[in-house]
């Protein structure tokens, strides 16, 4: 059967339930707008997945309080989220810091040997404000803000990094990465192989995005109150410390781990599913550190994320339910940049408040307890 | 405002509606049984997220022909690992290995010295019969088929490698873990710290995962024709493997990455969403290998995945549209883990498709010009 | 001029000297055995590095005193691993845990297709007593303990792990490796590629490695008595802790380390030269995790070395001044094995002291102070 | 015994020799100024280890010829390098690019929270000036070129990169390190807590390094001829590609190698002993990456090494028997950076050298033969 022949889902689902004896009534049950998700979103569209959507907080980020939009299919997660925000807003609430690193992409040229290696490297240096006009023409809203390089034999990687604004911004980067590839080549007579040579590094985990940052680099904070640990949640700062110790650094170093951290992934996949995010990005969200330190008896704790690929346009932004979650956050479309900044700010926080709710509940040995009397479980 | 006070979906939607000054109505469209997804999948929930699914294929795998289903909001990418469907199975299809390790977990103990250390060790070789028993008193489906060690300071790692039949397994790996570490703990002294130490390792892009692999290894592989090179994907073997090498192996290497490939995390991604599968272990599933080589004018490709966690029991898979998709694949529901077997069979060929797509894209130079056309984009 | 042409040291130098107009007495000026060098150590010998060796100690590991011989050219190293094994005897002494992995040898062969993967799977399994056998008659002192796989496309890697008695065992393990490698192909009719394909893995840093171990893996550990810190150490717990912990944990999960340590290779690198260890292996040997934890207001410390390959027959061993150097541990030639674990043994308890007191140094401020004081300088 | 209390090396020796009943004549039999190295380079000296020098070349860098020292106790290796030395010259001779990094120190602080990250942040963007004053007060010929910063909850660390000329540097990075910090903790009262963070990172394997660079990135790439790859290397360009890309490239990926390479460890432990840099810092030489590529039937082999830490005076370059092999290359001593960049430069063409013997060897399989021929063996 040739799937490609079928105007519209609902002629697809009548055709797969007939072929394979299968019932899709669920699939067929949205409210999207099928004409834009099967040109924009999906091609070869049948319907949808259902994925449900709780609600964790009210978390206080920098003096405001956010309701954390969370997509997820695993029991116990966003109350376990919730938890963390409890805590996070009872002590206070967390403080973020966002630094925009930008969207990279990365071509391939082939050069024939270290000589053409120099030229390319004079010709980059030397042609940077034209790369920058070229970018700006591909796209109003694009900046092309430095560039790095790096050989292997004959390939010859540039990792040009863009500012989108508020577009996660990676079809805009590898568009323009293209006309200016075309430049290049075009004036230095050394060829693009690709446009993409993985040293962008687009979703896999690296150390070049942990190490150099992507998306934006978010640091969140909490210094949570001894009164807090005991009451929200169940343990003391020394054994949340000593968890954390053997959790995030001895057993990820052991491991050769990327993520020195509790459940960075969880958090990340439930708010970037809820928000029409690429889920693929989940990947470098699951990078990173958390820390934890005693302050006498009150505990703080702060989490470090190299790699937040975030946008409020664009992609699966603009579906309708995700477009109302980014409204539930107050951040849905365009805003010269800050609703993406406001997002990984919020993918911070919310990270943050996940890594304390695990931690805590594996210090009080409570995390099997409530699973199995729930029988679900959300895992890390 | 209390999230937790509100009684179902419903009632949470209005009052956010009514507090936020937003719409929610396209998150309350859905068919799912509220009542089970909100009490075994998502607390708080207000609704869910429509994600959409499409239909790659027919995907020839070991003389059998799949349709696989796809969630997505990325536009090109059904399209794209649809071509690369065309181009496996018009080359008379994908072989696929599949070598079953086992869900993981790892919970740390606390040892005085290494004294403790040798005592640990000893009463683990001397009672692993007793430990396999125990395991398979807390679930008739759960085997404990291993476990290895590792020491930092005081703490004391033990991964278990457990079986779990047709669920990924990490909830039944843990209570499992639980009570074997309880045991442990009342026969040595050696207390148990927390139940996950990270030596599992649960979501998070580790090297222990990849060379000891986790859930199930897979390894794909085609023999793309030369006039399937020439027809379907525009390229040729040369040009394919030329950016094979510069991308997945060359810049992979130079930028610390995990992920040798062009796009697994996509490909990952969209089936694990459309079959219910935890998004937080598309981490994993981004970890591997593409290899390409070329034959006379043909064309080997193949790929090798250390770490794909599915299941077709649990967690997500039996809300209803997930559970249709699984049914597309005709591996619904538990079958003595033959049907876990299967999904992790198919993501690694499916992976593969998406591979020899992108690659062939990137070869001839055409992928920013069909995203131009299309407005939309996969990237990788 | 063609070096290859003099038939001695001598006549090397002189020459030498001749065309490049300088002067080379005091590599002239040694005592090995030149002709055993030059046929078994080094071709186109011209003579000798002397290197300074220093001693520090006494050392007390597990209740026995050893003087360390160090080789260096870095000053204030021998000074400061002596500081760091003055405390750990003030202490009580080292205790140590070592744990033969063995020497492992990694050829890649060539298959066809996943089938033969299969096929060469099934032959390893099914005829390893014979591969035993193979090894043993190779080398009666070489036993073949077990082997692991790995494929790369049509590469199929083949890590065997040998058992070499007191020798580091590489150039015994590759010969054996090779008439393994000779049976198989032989019976199987599947060609090896290459005696070593990377997947030993050889004198680079790995993961690999690091996690499943290779020669031996160590522990070692000392609880610091607080008076011993205070005095000898002129530092606190807490102080030690804090560095420790920013250090050896945060500044190497942010750089991307496989090295959680202060000094590794500046100990392992003096102990390998001064005892005719392969230099290269130093890079292995810096791999690893050093911990610190509070008692009351002592400091347990310990070390994890995954990777030492030493030994106390063959290679550098048998020269001269490197045997002299075993003969002050008392562990020169052979002796079963045991004198190889000793060397592990002592390379621990020495690394620990080592990080002792560099980590010390830096809690106080010292380090520069020392360096400029002293003019000269070891680092890391 | 109290070995402190002696007054020279002799003294040491005799108590020694009486004490453990062991012989250390030939430990004694040295021409360095024992007075000079015992103060400069190692304390409780008792002698040398004489460590076999041998010379591989005339090896053509760049149209000059080049004989090069190599101190190794490993049997074939000289004579392996010497092979790659003779197939480079004979293909016209190697090229080479070096690019100047620079010694990098990375102290940590101690913050309160995010407001002080920032706090500091702009101290250090405001008084870069200031800064770069103090590192050439501190040292005449140390240029402080730029830093960069990263953050583990409370610990800020910056990683000052400092242009030291014709020496290694790490003292004189760390002495103005030092003052840097004291200058910044007075002005801002944000105190540092260790003028180490291992944000250098010094004598570890690390991302870090391999991606940004450390000390020297050296590029180097011959072209080698078709008859001289069947002549010299009995070879051909085929094989050698075959077992590059199944050792350097798979075999390295699927063992989580920093070393994409054969045996740069091997090289760079040999020139290094010889030249007297700090034996430690093999193991960043070892990381990098060997690329080759078939060209008709001739073969491009290239080399990349991120992270080559080297100095022409200081350490261990004074000492009598490596200055001795300096001036062999012709660059003893200081002249304005020149030397350290030649010695960066010889480096990476002799670490070619070694890759393509080796690698050759293994593509013919005669590295077996060879070893058990000569009794002997130099491994990777």
Known sequence: MNIRKFENASQRRAALEAELKTSLKNTGHFSLD?????????????????????????LKIDAKDYYIPLATTEGALVASISRGCKASTESGGVSVDVEKIGTTRGPVFIIENLKEKTILENFLKDNLAE????????????????????????????????????????????????????????????????????????????????????????????LLAEKVLRGTLKTTAQKFYDVWLAKCMGGSALSGSMGFNAQFANTIAALFLATGQDPAHIVEGSMGITNAGIKNENLYVSVYLPSVMVGTVGGGTGLATQKEALSILGIAGGNEGKNAQSLAMIAGAAVLAGEISLLASLAQGSLVKAHKKLGRGQNS
């Open 34 to 58: 099928e004409s834009m998700a099967a040109s924009r979103n999906c091609e070869n569209m049948i319907g949808v997945a259902q994925i449900p959507v709780g609600i964790a907080g009210p």
């Open 131 to 222: 790369l920058k006009n070229i970018a700006k023409k591909s796209d109003s809203h694009l900046v092309l803000k430095k560039f790095d390089t790096a050989v292997f034999g004959h390939n010859f990687y540039i990792r040009f990094v863009f500012d989108a604004k508020d577009a996660m911004g990676m079809n805009m980067a590898t568009i323009a990465a293209q006309e200016i590839a075309d430049f290049i080549a075009d004036k230095t007579k050394i060829k693009c192989l690709s446009i993409s040579g993985n040293y962008c590094v687009d979703k896999k985990p690296s150390w070049l995005n942990f190490i150099n940052g992507r998306g934006f680099k978010v640091w969140a904070e909490v």
